[in-house]
């Protein structure tokens, strides 16, 4: 048999690796992004407002404080092991701790002024001493009591209590910017002038951990009730949470065979159950991943791989920094709140689902019957629901292997 010569060769490798790089071209091209609710933002490039005007209310031009009015601030910890939850403050009366720890079961009831600004994360895995706490994930500087925020990766609950540009709404939203740790859900405690919106709009979750995701559904009525249904992301399974992650962002990869042998690592190998994944910006600080310096512009950074995936696999959430208009719960201020780790049910799809409403509360403030009849039907919510979750988790381990079996096929591509 006759043998190529080596311009077929050449000729052969370079169709060979078109052929490579389009197929994987065309994989990406499929991760669309998930359509979300715009609000009018006051931010500056749409960055999170944490700075609180001072409020005229009753007379009282200063920031409001405890003293006026405390707002209830509870911790809640529904997962089996024991957690350190840390909190930050940006402005505003701060709760009466930063950092505590925090057993299975168990819940921390603090308070916080009307005009706090912050977050909540967990950290797991710590060795704690009298006034220290070294952790595996969250840490914060080994303090038990944070001073600061904590170390990428960590799942946050983020907070303006009297954001926008009066200061009579609130601002918050469950942020994946910084990697994801844990489990998470917000739950709205309303007061007396908020009872009046309904629960499946106003409580996001985001359960991105195999073994804690309740059956595929579109609804739930977990932080809800049976009047008002909640939307869900709708079709993902435990099965395919146990490796969402891009393998190079886990913070614990499991040591694989053949290092040094495939061009990308065989994600066939079972991956740990405790599985935090940093976010592409947290690992290399890269301007394109952080959306700093020429890319500091919304029209400019968009989202990447991880940005994708961890808004598929959690809707509600921030996943890169620009990502707030698809990512921020705005309603008006009062009530109290909730931080739960792991929480029931599965991630939750409110801003897309109830875009419409959501943005006419954030603008006016008020619920029309509309917004209630929408918010208790079962089949707006499915129609609405099954939209706005189109993206798809590939397979790493069938198209990266389809790779791999053309370079052992064709060793010189």
């Known amino acids: 048999m006759r043998q190529p010569s080596s311009s077929q060769r050449r000729r052969s490798n370079m169709k060979m690796r078109a052929v490579v790089l389009s197929t994987t071209l065309l994989l990406l091209s499929t991760l669309q992004e998930v359509a979300g609710v715009v609000y009018p933002s006051n931010h500056k490039l749409f960055k999170f407002d944490y700075l609180s005007p001072s409020q005229a209310v009753k007379g009282i031009t200063r920031p409001l404080t405890k003293r006026d009015k405390a707002i209830p601030l509870i911790v809640t910890n529904n997962c089996p092991e024991v957690l350190w939850p840390g909190i930050a403050s940006q402005a505003g009366d701060a709760p009466e701790s930063h950092g505590f720890e925090l057993g299975p079961g168990k819940s921390k009831h603090l308070t916080v002024g009307p005009t706090w600004a912050g977050r909540v994360w967990g950290r797991t895995n710590c060795t704690v001493g009298d006034d220290t706490a070294t952790c595996q994930t969250g840490d914060c500087l080994g303090k038990l009591d944070c001073v600061f925020g904590g170390t990428a990766p960590a799942t946050l609950a983020e907070f303006n209590l009297a954001g926008g540009i009066t200061g009579d709404q609130t601002f918050y939203d469950i942020s994946l910017v910084d990697g994801y740790n844990l489990p998470l859900g917000i739950v709205y405690h309303p007061a007396e002038n908020t009872t009046f919106i309904p629960p499946n709009l106003v409580n996001p979750t985001c359960i991105a951990t195999a073994g804690f995701l309740s059956a595929p559904s579109q609804t739930g009525l977990t932080y809800t009730n049976v009047t008002y249904p909640m939307p869900y992301q709708p079709t993902l399974t435990n099965h395919q949470l146990s490796d969402w992650c891009p393998w190079d962002l886990q913070v614990f990869p499991p040591d694989k065979p053949g290092d040094g042998i495939y061009p990308y690592p065989d994600d066939n190998i079972q991956r740990p159950i405790f599985d935090p994944c940093l976010s592409s910006c947290a690992l290399n600080h890269k301007p394109k991943d952080c959306c700093t310096g020429k890319y500091n512009d919304p029209e400019i950074c968009k989202p990447g791989i991880y940005s994708k995936y961890a808004k598929y696999v959690c809707p509600d959430a921030y996943s890169f920094a620009f990502d707030d208009q698809a990512s921020t719960f705005i309603i008006p201020m009062g009530g109290g709140w909730e931080v739960v780790f792991c929480p029931e049910g599965r991630s939750t799809n409110i801003l897309a689902t109830f875009s419409d409403e959501?943005?006419?509360?954030?603008?006016?403030?008020?619920?029309?019957?509309?917004?209630?009849?929408?918010?208790?039907?079962?089949?707006?919510?499915?129609?609405?629901?099954?939209?706005?979750?189109?993206?798809?988790?590939?397979?790493?381990?069938?198209?990266?292997?389809?790779?791999?079996?053309?370079?052992?096929?064709?060793p010189s591509v």
């Open 358 to 410: 959501l943005h006419h509360i954030a603008s006016a403030g008020t619920v029309t019957p509309q917004i209630l009849l929408n918010a208790m039907n079962v089949s707006y919510i499915e129609s609405r629901n099954s939209v706005s979750s189109r993206i798809r988790i590939p397979r790493w381990d069938v198209w990266l292997s389809c790779i791999v079996i053309a370079c052992v096929l064709f």
